[in-house]
């Protein structure tokens, strides 16, 4: 049986799924779709209703709390590709399965859906993005949408087809986030999306953000009207940079636009570090290291957790004081084409070395036991952070696994330029605005996310801006649920 993590599946709280119906039902006979009704919270709030439910469990629920519902017991994508029945309008709580276990038949069937319809997502995409794009297609012209939907709406890459799609098909979109959480229990921040007048179009997003969820028969009033070209141009295809006021948006963009302002991947390189495949056997401890008889020369300290670095600087100091606690900071380091000391033959002869060499990424590279895409960097950044990503000038000359990611300055380009900006509130509100929320209220900073930060000039900003913008990202911190203690 699967787990409620596995499926995907939370139910919503009544009041919660009692106000989207409230607000996509607009007359008695108006015909409701739920795609995912689990035990038919949404459903009980109207007469006229058809639910589809893969778990046989929850169908079993829903049709003693809703007898007079149409239920279907099956894969969605499946139904919906074969239903002739169209609907008024849909409300819901789509199942949040990520990439990796949204798999199989059933991403093949959605995606191929999706396609059909007119968008297409990458094999990257959440369960619930395609199950939205599969619903507005059994709607009626003029229909209507209401959901729970994650707030990965706000920035995730996956979720730019659907909002292009929702824009192309529905004469109104209004993305309402809500500052406390719908699901106290569950890490993932939630959000509400309203989509009116299916068949037509807009040229604008509506946004709205508010503390926290009360029951309204209406979307927030007064929205934000967002520019479909201003949110892709502007922001990068990104919905939270407009949880902050207008000024503070056209004062990030003005010192961005500024002439001596860089972004961090016009004058470096951001990358993971590399993938050993067997961190326990490859990562050797100075005494390890030293009973094996292994040479100085295939050895080499490394930066294995964002946790030990130090403030602003890895020296050969803090190496040291790693080799005398005797952590797992030496990375066997073996050139392809070199020849095995005995010593070495025996290490990778071992059992931790027959065990380490059936390890996926082993298995697949010639020779197993050469560690690829091994580099020196000029910087760390930790790319899982609290209060904001730290940089780190890497004056011990280590190198690094994924566990941070590794920054190459550009020929031509003096390094200190880099780290003299990165402690001003302006970079802190640009890791906010360019990287994203995790829950547990961490920052993550993708590579590509990381190479997006603005470091702006000694004159673009004033001194009167310094408190506007380190508000801003207090505000931003405060949507991601970190707590400075």
Same mark, same amino acid.
């Given at each position: 049986m699967e787990s409620n993590k596995q499926a995907g599946s939370y139910y919503t709280p009544q009041a919660v799924a009692n106000t989207l119906v409230q607000w996509a039902v607009r007359r008695s006979s108006d015909l409701l779709l739920d795609p995912a009704c689990g035990d038919g919270r949404f459903l009980v709030a109207h007469r006229a209703c058809t639910g589809v439910e893969r778990s046989a469990t929850a169908v079993s629920q829903a049709k003693c709390r809703v007898p007079w519902a149409k239920l279907h017991h099956g894969d969605f994508f499946e139904w919906a590709a074969s239903a002739a029945q169209r609907f008024d309008c849909a409300a819901g709580n789509p199942p949040f399965i990520r990439y990796q276990s949204f798999q199989g038949q059933t991403r093949t069937r959605a995606l191929s859906l999706c396609r059909s319809l007119g968008a297409s997502f990458s094999g990257l995409t959440s369960s619930w993005a395609p199950f939205l794009v599969a619903a507005a297609g059994r709607l009626k012209p003029g229909g209507r949408m209401a959901f729970v939907v994650p707030a990965e709406i706000g920035h995730a890459p996956y979720a730019v087809p659907l909002l292009d799609y929702l824009a192309e098909q529905f004469r109104n979109v209004h993305v309402v986030a809500v500052k406390k959480k719908l699901f106290p229990d569950l890490s993932e921040d939630c959000w509400l999306l309203f989509a009116d007048g299916f068949g037509s179009r807009t040229e604008h997003l509506l946004f709205s953000w508010v503390e926290r969820f009360d029951s309204s028969a209406v979307p927030p009033r007064d929205p934000l009207r967002i520019p479909i070209r201003e949110w892709r141009k502007k922001w990068n295809r990104r919905l939270r940079p407009y949880l902050l006021p207008s000024a503070t948006r056209t004062l990030y963009q003005h010192v961005a636009a500024n002439s001596a302002s860089r972004r961090l991947g016009e004058i470096a390189s951001v990358g993971i570090g590399y993938v050993s495949g067997a961190n326990d056997f490859f990562h050797l401890r100075p005494s390890e290291a030293e009973g094996w008889g292994i040479p100085e020369s295939l050895l080499h300290p490394t930066v294995r957790s964002s946790r030990g670095l130090p403030n602003g600087n890895l020296t050969s100091q803090t190496l040291d004081r790693w080799m005398r !606690?005797?952590?797992? #900071? #030496?990375?066997? *380091?073996?050139?392809?084409? !070199?020849?095995?000391p005995v010593a070495v033959r025996d290490y990778l002869n071992s059992d931790m070395g027959q065990k380490a060499r059936e390890a996926y990424k082993c298995r697949t590279r010639r020779p197993w036991y050469s560690v690829p895409d091994v580099r020196i960097p000029d910087y760390f950044l930790t790319y899982m952070s609290g209060i904001s990503p730290s940089l780190v000038k890497n004056s011990a000359r280590a190198t690094c696994s994924n566990a941070v990611h590794a920054v190459q300055v550009n020929g031509g380009v003096s390094a200190e330029r880099i780290l003299a900006p990165w402690l001003t509130p302006f970079v802190r509100l640009s890791c906010e605005l360019e990287g994203h929320p995790?829950?547990?209220? #961490?920052?993550?900073?993708?590579? *590509?996310? !990381? !190479?997006r930060i603005v470091l702006p000039g000694p004159t673009a900003i004033s001194s009167e801006s310094e408190a506007e913008i380190a508000d801003a990202a207090s505000i931003m911190r405060g949507w991601r649920h970190y707590k400075v203690s």
């Open positions: !606690a005797d952590d797992p #900071m #030496m990375l066997l *380091r073996i050139p392809k084409t !070199a020849q095995l995790l829950g547990g209220g #961490m920052l993550k900073l993708e590579p *590509r996310e !990381a !190479a």
